[in-house]
């Protein structure tokens, strides 16, 4: 009976297990089966979570690659502009144009943006496209090829970044070679990817439609019009090439006018004014000062348009002129370019201070203001209260110094001719610009003090693009100032470039007539204010 349970017994603990010859597995085995199935499933578990450490290692290692590692330099004609990638999940564009603001641009789809910020102007590289007449069409047509070639630098750059860097932070996680390996040919895949994303669903359309953010929010009110400057440009540029010849000759024919020959000694000043950054005012410059045989440069302001830094590097050509740039600041430069002007060896920035300058004399104060947009600039732009105050009030703090100064002061500088008034009396000249339009005249008489005579300048420059806008471009306009002997203003040639957009340069020459006394009928002395005598 007792035999007969055991055998059952036994024969009911052997059916779970599998026998061996009619005989069960110990219960050590049975343990074994459950911890191999439970290693098993602990191994699944391990591989798991392995893959998700690769992955989070990999994604880790890819955005720290393309925040350190992705972004180049490139030359897109004269300026040097940084391009970079940077995770995204809606793609697209920025061009950054500083100070003015950016452009958004929905290029392509995510998860990269592309970053494009334009930097400083390469001087050497300025200075031929403004000597070689070509120079500006051929930038334009490679400036596509410079920005496509680019991207795809930069694209390749970005790849063995990411992959790089991804590769070196997994050796210090893993310590594995099978893992690390995983993490590269992940980070690979990852960022090919996503470029290759970008690449397919470019838009090129989309820079018909960008969306403006700082100054340039104005950008769309005007862009009908840049577009028609761009295309006119060229022409307008060759026409102006052509004309640059023709002032050296028509100063050989009017050197010889009756009317006046300079004498033996005479000091001769260019004066030029708001030149707002084009690049053709300097090969005209260039001209009159070697065949005028020009002593010095007067620039009263406005030599950029919105003060900043990349601007800085148009003033560059200052240096290449030999003779000594005098120079006050417009409401248009910025203390950068100013700072950029006083840069060059043979220039003289004057701010409520006097330097003599090829023997004359000079005073000179900056614009109060710095007002690039008039539309988003604080109060003192416009025709305001507090406006006029500064203007005039410039003007003040300049006859004080003038005053002060041991020894007289043959010609007074200011940006806006409204600064001029408290200059009645304390100078004999006056130069100015800021309105982009010639004017002369004799400032109030002050009693028992000498006439001062104001001449405001028009726009060396054409006011840059801003001349263009209308139906005929405005011309480029200076000044050559004759002082004889005795630091007197003898007579003026004042020179018009590609007037009323045709093919001409016209040249105006006014003669200072000496005073002469008149008898008044009480039989005293009284003097009358000096007259322009033009002659063409």
Not at 171 to 185: C, P, T
Not at 413 to 435: E, I, M, W, Y
Request: charge should be negative.
């Amino acid at each position: 009976m007792e035999e007969d349970k055991t055998g059952k017994d036994r024969a009911a603990e052997g059916t779970p297990e599998t026998a061996v010859r009619g005989r069960p597995l110990p219960g050590g085995v049975r343990a074994t089966g459950r911890y191999l199935q439970r290693a098993a499933a602990s191994r699944a578990s391990r591989r798991i979570g392995m893959g998700l450490a690769v992955l989070v290692v990999t994604l880790v290692g890819v955005v720290a690659g393309v925040l350190i590692g992705a972004r180049n330099q490139i030359d897109v004609g004269p300026f040097t502009a940084e391009m970079s990638i940077t995770p995204s999940t809606d793609g697209g564009t920025t061009f950054s144009i500083p100070p003015l603001g950016a452009l958004q641009l929905d290029s392509h789809d995510g998860p990269a943006h592309l970053n494009v910020r334009l930097g400083a102007l390469d001087q050497r590289r300025t200075e031929a496209l403004i000597g070689d007449p070509a120079g500006i069409t051929r930038a334009s047509q490679t400036a596509v090829h410079d920005v496509t070639t680019g991207i795809v630098r930069l694209g390749a750059q970005t790849i063995a970044v990411s992959v790089l860097s991804t590769l070196v932070l997994s050796a210090l996680v893993f310590r594995n070679v099978r893992r690390v390996a995983w993490s590269g040919a992940l980070a690979l895949a990852i960022t090919a990817g996503s470029l290759g994303t970008a690449a397919l669903t470019l838009r090129p359309q989309s820079i018909e439609e960008p969306r403006y953010e700082g100054l340039l929010v104005n950008a769309p009110a005007i862009v009908g019009d840049a577009r028609r400057i761009a295309n006119d440009y060229t022409k307008y540029s060759e026409q102006l090439q052509r004309l640059i010849g023709n002032v050296g000759r028509i100063y050989t024919t009017v050197s010889t006018l009756p009317v006046y020959e300079p004498a033996e000694g005479t000091t001769r000043i260019l004066h030029v004014s708001d030149l707002h950054l084009n690049p053709t005012a300097w090969q005209i410059i260039r001209t009159i000062v070697e065949q005028w045989d020009i002593d010095a440069v007067i620039d009263t302001g406005d030599i950029t348009d919105w003060g900043s830094e990349p601007e800085a590097s148009f003033v560059g050509s200052i240096g290449l002129l030999g003779v000594p740039y005098v120079y006050i600041r417009g409401n248009h430069d910025s203390p950068t370019t100013e700072a950029a002007i006083g840069g060059q060896r043979n220039s003289v920035v004057l701010d409520n201070t006097v330097a003599n300058v090829a023997g004359l004399s000079i005073a000179g104060i900056g614009d109060p203001r710095f007002t690039p947009d008039k539309e988003t600039s604080p109060a003192g732009s416009g025709q305001t209260k507090q406006a006029t105050e500064q203007i005039q009030g410039v003007g003040q703090r300049l006859a004080d110094t003038i005053r002060a100064t041991p020894e007289p002061v043959d010609i007074a500088l200011v940006h806006d001719p409204a600064s001029a008034g408290p200059l009645s009396g304390v100078t004999p000249l006056v130069l100015a610009g800021h309105t982009h339009k010639r004017a002369e005249s004799m400032l109030g008489q002050v009693p028992d003090q000498q006439a001062t005579r104001l001449l405001v300048q028009g726009s060396t420059g054409g006011a840059g693009l801003r001349g263009l806008e209308g139906e005929e471009p405005l011309p480029l306009a200076m000044s050559v100032l004759y002082f004889d002997a005795e630091k007197a203003l003898q007579a003026y040639d004042d020179i018009q470039v590609g007037g009323t957009g045709q093919s001409q340069v016209a040249l105006e020459r006014h003669v200072i007539k000496p005073e002469v006394p008149e008898e008044p009928l009480n039989g005293s002395p009284s003097p009358t204010a000096p007259t322009p005598s033009p002659t063409r």
